[in-house]
């Protein structure tokens, strides 16, 4: 996993635009010339869970935010960067909070053991948590305890990104923005939509709208 890895991976990225570029001569020029696309993808880092592989988009149709456990942090400015050129410039349709299974982020929030930096971003996956205890901690097998979490978790961050003043200004605003949530089956290759579906203002506690 040396110099030798560093070599094969910038030799798989000549072979790719090479083949790119026999079947289509015009395609990275078509790409340069700007982007529009339709869907905003929050996922996780995850390296397993890539997103345009997993609905089978192509460059170009997904813009894309990843960090660890999917998380929309309100006073995340990197995430609000994403999600205001996306929505404000892209003009772009629909949100997708994509969460995984299996998640490692999620799985260190249901513990105590110190990792590292990362314990402080843990910390707003523990709130969740905590939100939800009462029915968390009724759930006996802790395999599904697990799966539950990670379900709750996804639905959790699209209502707090359905709260962003960016999400609530579009929709203000009359913009189409329409924000889901999902979570991938790692040993599947299937998402399940959760079905936490958000189109407007009225979606939202009347304690969470924005007057503008």
Request: hydrophobic share 40%.
């Amino acid at each position: 996993m040396g110099i030798d890895f560093y070599k094969k991976i910038l030799d798989n990225n000549k072979a790719w635009s090479d083949a790119k570029l026999s079947e289509d001569p015009e395609y990275f020029k078509r790409l340069a010339g700007g982007q529009q696309p339709p869907l905003l993808w929050i996922g996780c880092s995850d390296s397993r869970v890539p997103a345009n592989e997993i609905i089978g988009a192509q460059p170009g149709e997904v813009f894309v935010h990843r960090n660890i456990a999917n998380m929309v942090v309100h006073s995340d400015m990197n995430m609000l960067s994403v999600l205001d050129y996306a929505v404000n410039v892209l003009k772009v349709r629909h949100v997708i909070v994509c969460g995984h299974y299996g998640c490692g982020g999620v799985k260190a929030a249901m513990g105590n053991q110190s990792i590292g930096i990362i314990d402080n971003w843990i910390r707003h996956i523990k709130d969740v948590y905590r939100q939800n205890r009462m029915y968390l901690d009724s759930i006996v097998k802790e395999s599904d305890r697990f799966d539950s979490f990670v379900e709750i978790n996804v639905k959790e961050q699209v209502r707090d990104l359905a709260k962003t003043s960016i999400v609530q200004g579009a929709w203000n605003n009359g913009q189409q923005l329409h924000l889901h949530g999902w979570v991938y089956g790692l040993d599947t290759g299937v998402v399940k939509d959760l079905e936490v579906n958000l189109h407007n203002n009225n979606d939202l506690d009347k304690v969470d709208r924005l007057e503008f």
